[in-house]
């Protein structure tokens, strides 16, 4: 797929997400890698987050380097938005860890939230090598590698994931999603619905409108409304899919897509 259609993609991903966000599916799945936060604290709980990572920081500032307290304190720090300097703390902690394969693994999760997959492949692979078993690591070195555009090397870690924990709908979800994001959408579309045949979890609806996004960029629209209808009102359904019928009218888009599917 050319460079300029991948923000398509991405952005009518981003449409579905937003749009399906209710109480119901805003806690499907708390990985920041994945879904981002869909929630607001209320004042109360936010001003007792402050006050808790403040407690954190005095006493990372004592122990620096103390995994148990930095790995809490980075995790406070990510919840109030502070990313970067969450990072900071984790990389403290892996200088003083640098054969824990988690604390290298939260590392490198923390940095493809800030949008640093290239990192984030470095300490993810080290990671790997590490604990060989942890199949949450190649899932996430899969996402790295997908944030590059580097589809085939991603697809290889999910697959090495999948390995591991056969079965697995989050990695399933990412590994179609991968195949969607090169264009492949009939792919992206049969592991979606492998995915879907697996037994119920709460990711599944998730999962389920991204089958509908493949499915409506391949210009099933009726087919992805009946999909969409299941989790998300009627309303926020036909939002939805007049945006992705807009898109897909832009001069070019569809024939980009078509060739890309018909080239791969």
């Known amino acids: 797929m050319k460079r300029h259609v991948l923000p398509l993609l991405t952005t009518a991903l981003l449409a579905v997400v937003i749009a399906g966000c209710s109480n119901k599916?805003?806690?499907?799945?708390?990985?920041?890698?994945?879904?981002?936060?869909?929630?607001?604290?209320?004042?109360?709980?936010e001003a007792g987050s402050y006050i808790k990572t403040r407690e954190l920081e005095?006493?990372?500032?004592?122990?620096?380097?103390d995994e148990a307290i930095g790995l809490a304190y980075a995790d406070a720090l990510n919840k109030l938005g502070q990313q970067n300097a969450a990072l900071d703390v984790l990389k403290a902690i892996s200088?003083?860890?640098?054969?824990?394969?988690v604390v290298q693994a939260k590392i490198g999760k923390q940095l493809l939230v800030a949008g640093r997959p290239g990192e984030a492949v470095t300490v993810l692979e080290r990671a790997a090598?590490?604990?060989?078993?942890?199949?949450?690591?190649?899932?996430?070195?899969?996402?790295?590698?997908?944030?590059?555009?580097?589809?085939?090397?991603?697809?290889?870690?999910?697959n090495k994931a999948l390995a591991l924990q056969p079965g697995s709908i989050a990695v399933q979800n990412n590994l179609g999603m991968s195949f969607a994001l090169q264009g492949k959408l009939p792919e992206a579309e049969k592991v979606l619905n492998m995915a879907l045949a697996e037994?119920?979890?709460?990711?599944?609806?998730?999962?389920?409108?991204?089958?509908?996004?493949?499915?409506?960029?391949?210009?099933?629209?009726?087919?992805?409304?009946?999909?969409?209808?299941?989790?998300?009102?009627?309303?926020?359904?036909?939002?939805?899919?007049?945006?992705?019928?807009?898109?897909?009218?832009?001069?070019?888009?569809?024939?980009?897509?078509?060739?890309?599917?018909?080239?791969?």
């Open 129 to 158: 090598v590490a604990n060989p078993n942890d199949w949450k690591i190649f899932s996430a070195l899969g996402t790295a590698y997908d944030q590059q555009g580097q589809y085939e090397q991603a697809r290889n870690q999910y």
């Open 199 to 264: 037994p119920g979890s709460a990711a599944i609806p998730r999962v389920r409108q991204n089958l509908a996004l493949v499915v409506g960029l391949q210009g099933r629209f009726d087919e992805a409304r009946k999909i969409a209808a299941a989790d998300l009102p009627p309303a926020q359904v036909e939002m939805n899919l007049a945006y992705l019928q807009q898109m897909l009218a832009k001069p070019n888009t569809w024939a980009e897509l078509s060739k890309d599917n018909a080239a791969n």
């Open 25 to 45: 599916s805003a806690k499907l799945d708390s990985d920041p890698i994945t879904t981002g936060s869909t929630s607001t604290a209320a004042p109360a709980a």
């Open 58 to 65: 005095q006493a990372w500032q004592q122990k620096p380097g």
């Open 95 to 101: 200088v003083a860890h640098g054969n824990d394969a």
